[in-house]
């Protein structure tokens, strides 16, 4: 097998013109007959490293996968593409089974998907035996290893297939794994000297920004009234705050529900289902959510809390934007979330080694939300890659921070925590510095302090924001075990006593938008008006057949529509993701839509109605086809044609005339008055030459300067 072969299947069956890094060499390994072991991102495109093996060799693969939701929905994103792809696992009946099985020992199958639990279960062994495997692809292979965060017991009884199946290579993939799961997927799988793939990490597709804590309903909402009709998911602590925000969105207009382990099944099931058909955007969740969903269209990730680990949170944001499509993704940080994270932890410590490294994961990510340096370096060092540019597309390389002389508003601060004696908390402090007239303040006597109101000149923001940085920088610190007051620290006393400086990043406060109720119509672009109708499109297909808007074609897919207005199935066939089959089963219907658009919507666009035209014939049509999808006459085209050619556009017109035909009516027209008329050369000439013919042979010479025309 060859790379040839292997790259023809790729654009047949998927519709993309070249492999994503390494995936090639993974199916090299494989059909070079090697155990392998993948580590790929989340959307990096583990599937097409079995798949493609699979469709290229004789038999069947088998894929293990635990997630059944998933396997559904890969299966049926197969057969769209024309794979002959099956599931099997406990939500088939036993007839179902049957007939799955039956095709299995026939060799029907390129793909069989089934449960660890059905593979390894009793009586199965035989049919697989009969079955002629080219490949066991393990997926989700971090499930064998009891250190890693997924264990499943029926993972580990796996080391059967090398054993039954000495000569099958056996591909295991997963998006976590440290080195110890490394070797314990190795060890489990009694893989023999694998070859290991180590992807990058890198999701350059996903933004990433951190913003603090505060007023973060309205910032969501302001946030999502600018993403209209774009899938996303906010992530929660709390089952309380996941319908809390759910019902704000609500209240404002948006499809929102919330997720999370409180509500019954069928409630749950039925907010993924509506989630990943596009007929709910928002889905509020705790971290129980987005595990079994494919979807490949989720457009942002907002996280309400901090996630209490860098692990957790790159594969919560991980799960935006899979099509490569830009994704955006939010995390909100407050010292309160971390206040709780360290209350849990301690409270749940049996192992104190263990709480240490939670511990110092959660510090870590604190780490990172409080950095000043691009963030995409620290989640890729983190993850042990070596990354060294700024990558662009994060808040700090975006806005980088601008310092200022922040001495006086630190000492300010500072010793307002003097005199105070470490008593209090930033918001508390922030009402002292503030001079706030609040009558908890009063009682307390906070007003006598000598720099009570010494801040009034910055707003509660601005002081929470440099309270902030005072404590990232050392200059404060917070005493979790205490209410989280705020203490000195041994940096704060020159900066107290000896005038040391202290710089700050500026506050730049975010410009507020003005209000939109939603529903307020917006000024769209014509592209995304064509995308709009596509999309919906999308959804009608996605009905009729009963399978997922994202399955019918990728919002990448639909981007490349609207940016090459492919109208013929060549052009249509440049589409990343147009498979043969989809060209086959839905190109008519996206071309028709597409050049429906253009011909009501071409001066929007900037275009004329010639300019279609011309579309169309560059395209590959010829004049007559291009009257019939337009639904214009013959004679308008070629009048298309000749208007072209004066405006000095590229039209073969020697493809439509020849050069004795010209001659011919050069010669005629020599002697004639009036040149704008067609009938009288069409006469001179006997009708020899057509009428339409005549009129681009007409503009031709009026391009020459051979004739001119008296209009
Ligand atoms: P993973 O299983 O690693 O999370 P997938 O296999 O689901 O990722 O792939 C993620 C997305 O990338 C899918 O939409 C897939 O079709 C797409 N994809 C995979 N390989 C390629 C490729 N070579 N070119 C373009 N898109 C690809
Ligand atoms: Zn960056």
């Known amino acids: 097998m060859d790379t040839h072969t292997a790259k023809k299947a790729l654009k047949k069956y998927f519709g993309y013109g070249k492999f994503r890094p390494m995936q090639e060499e993974i199916i090299h390994s494989i059909y070079d007959g090697k155990d392998a072991l993948v580590l790929m991102p989340t959307g990096g495109g583990k599937s097409i490293c079995y798949q493609i093996p699979a469709i290229t060799l004789s038999g069947t693969c088998v894929v293990v996968s635990p997630l059944i939701s998933l396997m559904k929905d890969q299966v049926e994103g197969l057969r769209s593409n024309g794979v002959e792809a099956e599931y099997l696992n406990s939500s088939l009946s036993m007839p179902d089974q049957r007939v799955v099985e039956e095709r299995l020992f026939r060799g029907d199958l390129q793909l069989l998907y089934v449960s660890p639990e059905k593979l390894v279960s009793q009586g199965f062994l035989p049919f697989l035996k009969k079955a002629n495997i080219n490949l066991f692809a393990i997926d989700e292979a971090h499930c064998i290893s009891a250190w890693g965060h997924d264990f499943r017991p029926e993972y580990t009884k796996l080391k059967f297939l090398k054993q039954e199946f000495p000569d099958v290579p056996v591909l295991a993939l997963t998006a976590t794994a440290d080195k110890t799961t490394r070797q314990d997927i190795i060890q489990q799988l009694e893989l023999g000297e694998p070859e290991l793939f180590v992807a990058s990490f890198d999701r350059p597709n996903i933004s990433l920004e951190v913003r603090p804590g505060q007023q973060r309903i309205e910032q969501i909402l302001d946030f999502v009234n600018t993403h209209e009709d774009q899938a996303g998911i ?60 494919d979807k490949s269209n989720v457009r942002w990730i907002i996280h309400y809390n901090l996630p209490k680990n860098l692990e957790n949170y790159y594969q919560e944001i991980g799960r935006a934007g899979r099509d490569g499509v830009k994704a955006e993704t939010i995390l909100f940080y407050s010292y309160g979330d971390v206040s709780i994270y360290k209350d849990i932890l301690s409270q749940n410590a049996s192992d104190p080694e263990h709480l240490e490294l939670q511990m110092l994961k959660l510090d870590r990510m604190l780490q990172f939300a409080e950095a000043s340096f691009c963030r995409r370096q620290i989640l890729l060092t983190y993850f042990g890659e070596n990354f060294q540019e700024n990558c662009g597309n994060c808040d700090v390389c975006k806005n980088p921070p601008k310092y200022f002389d922040g001495t006086i508003i630190a000492q300010k601060a500072l010793s307002a925590v003097y005199r105070l004696k470490g008593t209090v908390g930033v918001n508390v402090l922030t009402d002292v510095l503030r001079g706030s007239q609040k009558k908890t303040i009063y009682e307390k006597g906070y007003q006598h302090i000598k720099t009570f109101g010494a801040g009034r000149d910055l707003s509660n923001f601005e002081w929470q924001f440099f309270l902030t940085q005072l404590i990232n920088t050392g200059f404060l610190e917070i005493d979790y075990q205490n209410n989280m007051v705020l203490k000195l620290t041994e940096a704060s006393m020159p900066v107290l006593f000896e005038n040391q400086k202290v710089p700050l990043v500026k506050f730049v406060p975010k410009k507020k938008k003005e209000k939109k109720i939603k529903y307020t119509p917006i000024e769209r672009t014509p592209a995304e008006m064509l995308f709009e109708e596509l999309r919906q499109l999308r959804r009608t297909i996605s009905q009729e057949r009963g399978i997922p808007p994202y399955l019918v074609f990728s919002d990448a897919s639909l981007h490349d529509m609207v940016k090459l207005q492919p109208m013929t199935d060549e052009h249509m066939r440049k589409i990343s993701g147009m498979s043969q089959r989809k060209l086959h089963l839905f190109g008519n219907q996206f071309m028709d839509t597409i050049l429906a658009f253009k011909n009501s919507h071409f001066r929007k666009m900037g275009e004329s109605s010639y300019d279609i035209s011309l579309q169309l014939l560059k395209q590959g049509l010829d004049l007559s086809e291009i009257a019939n999808k337009r639904g214009l006459a013959l004679n308008t085209i070629y009048a298309h044609m000749a208007q072209l050619y004066l405006e000095g556009k590229d039209v073969p017109l020697f493809r439509f005339v020849s050069k004795n035909e010209i001659k011919a009516v050069l010669k005629v027209t020599q002697d004639m008055e009036e040149i704008d008329k067609l009938k009288p050369i069409f006469e001179a000439l006997n009708g020899e030459v057509e009428y339409n013919k005549i009129r681009l042979i007409l503009a031709y010479l009026e391009k020459e300067g051979k004739v001119s025309k008296n209009s």
């Open 234 to 293: 906010i992530y929660c602590m709390s089952r309380k705050n996941t319908e809390k925000i759910a019902e704000k969105l609500q209240m404002r207009g948006f499809s929102a529900l919330p997720y999370h382990a409180g509500l019954g099944d069928g409630i749950r099931a039925k907010a993924q289902e509506d989630f990943i058909n596009d007929k709910v955007q928002i889905i509020v969740a705790t971290i129980a959510f987005g595990m079994g969903i």
